[in-house]
């Protein structure tokens, strides 16, 4: 594609001509470089992990449907995993047969695999192992990963706006949570069980969720039931930050992509603290803002939260985490602009998944030596390499690319910037100094095609 190492080029242009699956490096240097300032660097031969299948991931429910004449593009939304139903539905109603076995129509159009949250909050072990026996033993639906409850680090203060005296706290929860998950694996013991769903964990303890007595959530539930949970989940919606300041900046917006490292660095280790072992990441509930803000320039609908996803994602793509819901696949009227897909448009936002399904899954060293510039690179399975570039700068940006081993070749540009959309790619050639001019507020996707 781009940069230097003429022999290895032709030698790679060689296998790609014949065919071979073996193009990828099989040994992975010991040395990871640092990127010089001004650069966007590459090196295919570091391999860096495998994305999870799971990384597109949404959420929906019963209470809201893709609209009839949007149903195309949800079934070509590359969206991988589908958590069902979303948010606080579930510990408000019950899931009926009648809800399920359309949902899993419905996953299987879009082509992606089902997650069921049970009732925790007057639901009952015995109602939780029902589900799992109607999907997976009666009706053989293979549903393989479940959840109990929604937000229970929120579940006292609903409790005492409606009255009921309940300090529910993390002992509570740790306990009926420990019940449930017994029942629905006595049911179908290969279903894996994901929690503890609490909300707004980041890497600071001092403002992570606390019960009554002052016990942290997450802590409190890995030292309980890490023996029986499969995935670590939590919930994160970072704005607005106060019912008095609902306005959110685009600044506020680009500061905060900062966070998701930090927090997966945090996560993983008090995972290894209390439960000793190593046990995989997901974020089931995801967007910038809690509320159903639009129209703004950093609301859920906007331009720059789409730009803001696409970080995010790159992030949490290399911090190897397992799944990520954003919230949500569809929204419209009172619901806000949270969906991929409004009532008869598709929003931002939805690009970024567009722009995801092309990217490889083989992770490949990127790094960027370029202020507010990321870049993440991957090899696919057809044996293109692609580069996605995130620019969150206000303005645009130069860098210069220097990608190990290959020289300049035509390559597949798909862009999503403020004057255009990822609908077709455009013929792309590196320039022989190796500079690209990022627009602002921009992703970039090259493929070069073997």
Request: include cysteine.
């Amino acid at each position: 594609m781009f940069g230097k190492g003429y022999l290895l080029v032709l030698l790679w242009l060689a296998i790609a001509a014949c065919g071979s699956p073996a193009l990828r490096p099989a040994s992975t240097p010991a040395v990871i470089p640092t990127p010089s300032p001004g650069t966007l660097a590459v090196d295919p031969a570091i391999s860096q992990g495998t994305v999870s299948p799971y990384l597109l991931g949404s959420n929906y429910g019963p209470w809201i449907a893709v609209p009839a004449d949007m149903l195309a593009a949800a079934f070509a939304s590359g969206v991988q995993a589908i958590r069902f139903p979303g948010g606080a539905w579930g510990d408000r109603n019950d899931l009926k047969p009648y809800h399920i076995d359309p949902f899993i129509d419905f996953c299987r159009q879009v082509g992606a695999i089902p997650t069921i949250s049970v009732r925790l909050r007057e639901g009952t072990p015995q109602q939780a192992a029902d589900l799992v026996r109607y999907a997976n033993v009666e009706n053989e639906y293979g549903v393989v990963y479940w959840s109990i409850g929604n937000e229970p680090t929120l579940l006292a203060a609903e409790l005492q706006t409606l009255g009921l005296a309940n300090d529910y706290d993390t002992e509570q929860f740790n306990t009926e949570w420990r019940e449930f998950a017994l029942a629905m694996k006595a049911v179908d013991p290969d279903i894996k069980l994901l929690g503890p769903e609490i909300h707004q964990f980041n890497y600071d303890d001092n403002f992570n969720p606390k019960d009554s007595a002052g016990r942290d959530w997450m802590t409190e539930f890995l030292k309980a039931n890490g023996d029986l949970v499969d995935v670590i989940t939590f919930h994160r919606y970072p704005f607005p930050t106060s019912r008095d300041n609902p306005n959110v900046t685009i600044e506020e917006l680009r500061q905060h992509t900062k966070e998701w490292e930090k927090s997966m660095v945090h996560l993983r280790g008090l995972i290894k603290e209390n439960t000793g072992r190593d046990i995989p990441i997901a974020v089931t509930e995801v967007n910038t803002h809690w509320n159903n803000a639009v129209g703004g320039e950093a609301t859920p609908d906007s331009h720059y939260n789409a730009i803001w996803l696409a970080e995010m994602l790159g992030q949490l793509m290399r911090q190897d985490v397992f799944m990520v819901n954003h919230w949500m696949l569809t929204s419209h009227g009172g619901y806000g602009g949270w969906g991929l897909i409004g009532r008869g448009e598709v929003r931002p936002s939805y690009y970024v998944y567009q722009l995801y399904s092309r990217f490889g899954a083989d992770l490949v060293y990127a790094g960027s030596g370029v202020e507010d510039v990321s870049v993440y690179a991957a090899w696919r399975d057809d044996g293109a390499l692609t580069l996605l570039i995130v620019n969150l700068a206000d303005t645009e940006k130069q860098a210069t690319l220097q990608v190990e081993g290959t020289v300049p070749a035509p390559a597949e540009l798909w862009r999503l910037d403020p004057q255009q959309l990822p609908e077709a790619a455009s013929d792309f050639t590196v320039p022989p100094d190796g500079v690209l001019s990022l627009p602002a507020h921009s992703v970039s996707l090259l493929i070069s095609n073997p």
